[in-house]
T-cell receptor, first 113, second 114 residues
Framework: AQKITQTQPGMFVQEKEAVTLDCTYDTSDPSYGLFWYKQPSSGEMIFLIYQGSYDQQNATEGRYSLNFQKARKSANLVISASQLGDSAMYFC??????????FGKGTRLSVIA | KAGVTQTPRYLIKTRGQQVTLSCSPI?????VSWYQQTPGQGLQFLFEYFSETQRNKGNFPGRFSGRQFSNSRSEMNVSTLELGDSALYLC?????????????FGPGTRLTVL
């Protein structure tokens, strides 16, 4: 079964700096998808970015980019130019075929002015 | 396009009662999934419905059930509530036709069991 590991329970970053949130996964299937979601204190899970296992290039969405290293089974989220509104929980998740999303434990990011 | 909506947003119940939560997916989405989020267990998958049929089920007791209607709206029901059922219940919708569909989440229903 697939497994997601986020080793950083909490992270601090200065406003306007870049930050990397770590995610490793464990799956034996060659076809899978990787997702990052943001969860502010309000509770809603906001989709940020997606990377497919066969995608040749790293995914980017505005200030979010995914550092995908397939051989190391890692899919780290990079947030550039952090803003105060980026303070939230961040979850990495994987979706394998018709199985449901499996989430990591999350990383709480705090952006400091 | 309107996002995923969930009602009610907050609920307070007592042990032994039952509760029904509702989820309206994004227009055109045929798959609806439900998740339970607690501080101790994190996000756990409950079940997924696609075209009115349960396609996947998580490891939860039979007190947790759900259904999907022909308009893709979904409800989940929890009977004989226990204190441990206090959680944020999140609903997510996706088009449902592809194995790597992105799931879009609603704001959640926060259930408190007293």
């Amino acid at each position: 079964a697939q497994k997601i590991t986020q080793t950083q329970p909490g992270m601090f970053v200065q406003e306007k700096e870049a930050v990397t949130l770590d995610c490793t996964y464990d799956t034996s299937d060659p076809s899978y998808g990787l997702f990052w979601y943001k969860q502010p204190s309000s509770g809603e899970m906001i989709f940020l970015i997606y990377q497919g296992s066969y995608d040749q290039q790293n995914a980017t969405e505005g200030r979010y980019s995914l550092n995908f290293q397939k051989a190391r089974k890692s899919a780290n989220l990079v947030i550039s130019a952090s803003q105060l509104g980026d303070s939230a929980m961040y979850f990495c998740a994987t979706y394998l075929g018709n199985t449901p999303l499996v989430f990591g434990k999350g990383t709480r990011l705090s952006v400091i002015a | 396009k309107a996002g995923v909506t969930q009602t009610p947003r907050y609920l307070i119940k007592t042990r032994g009662q039952q509760v029904t939560l509702s989820c309206s997916p994004i227009s055109g989405h045929r798959s609806v999934s439900w998740y339970q989020q607690t501080p101790g267990q994190g996000l756990q998958f409950l079940f997924e419905y696609f075209s009115e049929t349960q396609r996947n089920k998580g490891n939860f007791p039979g007190r947790f059930s759900g259904r999907q209607f022909s308009n893709s709206r979904s409800e989940m029901n929890v009977s004989t509530l226990e204190l441990g059922d206090s959680a944020l219940y999140l609903c997510a919708s996706s088009p449902g036709g592809s194995s790597v569909d992105t799931q879009y989440f609603g704001p959640g229903t926060r259930l408190t069991v007293l």
